[in-house]
């Protein structure tokens, strides 16, 4: 029995199929279960029962499932304290933000951050601003970003990025032509809405006096398919000011004001107050923190 069979286990007992675990650790699917076997003649217990449809764990498999999570846990720890011991910044760092994040505001800050420090390692874990909360929160995420407000007493939060939205039209668009309009008018467009969060709740929230007569005749996945979408004059939307700017500099899209509307995003750096960080993720803190108030400058000097 080594570690590498123990996080194999692992990946099969949280995805309950032997080929999605070896997609996870890069083996094929007989290899992942020769690993299998091994473990259980090392147990002499049966450790997974086998169905066509799905894997589950036996009771044994259950006891060894938490103890595996356990020895997987120390093993990161200590490979990450004996790291911090030494004067080199190296060693594993678990982030967390969503797609949006990931793309608009992190490319220029993880690069820096792999200049000074190359020997550290970034594993990012995408999805949206609660499931990094409930990860940050766990202890499976080091380091988050998430939109504001949150309210866990157990987490530290350092306010990084506040965007304004701005409703997003074709330049092909009749509307490209105005600098504002109300809502009333924005509200008898076909509009493009994201399928699911923060912007999402918001907008819903905004239109639901118009709720009876809105077209909304798209909702989509990702902020990179709607700037698509309301380049190409499908429809138009709301989006973070910050998100658009490439597609406004390209002359394909054109963000106007809608009247009485001032709507922010808020975006905040979140990791627990009890935990003692490993240098790498500290140093990762510093420097988002850095470069965001960089930008803050920048953006007062701009506007002085």
Not at 192 to 210: A, C
Request: proline residues 4%; glycine residues 6%.
């Amino acid at each position: 029995m080594d570690f590498d069979q123990l996080a194999t286990f692992v990946y099969v007992a949280k995805l309950k199929s032997f080929s999605r675990a070896g997609q996870k650790v890069f083996r094929s699917q007989s290899a992942v279960s020769a690993q299998i076997r091994q473990l259980e003649q090392a147990y002499h217990a049966r450790l997974l029962d086998r169905s066509a449809k799905s894997v589950e764990l036996t009771p044994a498999g259950e006891v060894l499932y938490e103890y595996a999570e356990k020895l997987l846990r120390l093993r990161d720890e200590s490979v990450q304290l004996v790291a911090d011991r030494g004067n080199v910044v190296q060693g594993p760092v678990v982030f967390g933000a969503n797609e949006a994040t990931c793309l608009y505001l992190l490319p220029d800050i993880f690069a820096e951050f792999q200049r000074r420090f190359p020997l550290v390692h970034i594993s990012i874990y995408r999805n949206f601003s609660h499931k990094i909360l409930q990860r940050v929160e766990d202890g499976s995420i080091d380091v988050g970003i998430v939109t504001l407000p949150t309210k866990s007493p157990n987490l530290k939060v350092h306010h990084i990025h506040r965007d304004r939205l701005r409703f997003m039209v074709s330049t092909r668009n009749p509307l490209a032509q105005r600098s504002k309009l109300t809502l009333e008018e924005v509200a008898s467009q076909p509009l493009i809405f994201p399928r699911t969060g923060f912007t999402r709740q918001v907008l819903d929230k905004l239109f639901r006096p118009y709720r009876s007569r809105i077209h909304v005749t798209m909702e989509l996945p990702s902020i990179g398919m709607i700037k698509r979408f309301v380049g190409a004059d499908a429809g138009v939307s709301f989006i973070s000011e910050s998100f658009a700017k490439d597609q406004v500099k390209a002359g394909e899209v054109k963000l106007l004001t809608v009247e009485g509307v001032d709507l922010f995003r808020e975006l905040g750096l979140v990791y627990r107050r009890d935990r003692s960080l490993p240098r790498a993720a500290q140093a990762l803190i510093a420097l988002i923190r850095e470069y965001r108030k960089g930008a803050e400058h920048s953006s007062a000097g701009a506007s002085d």
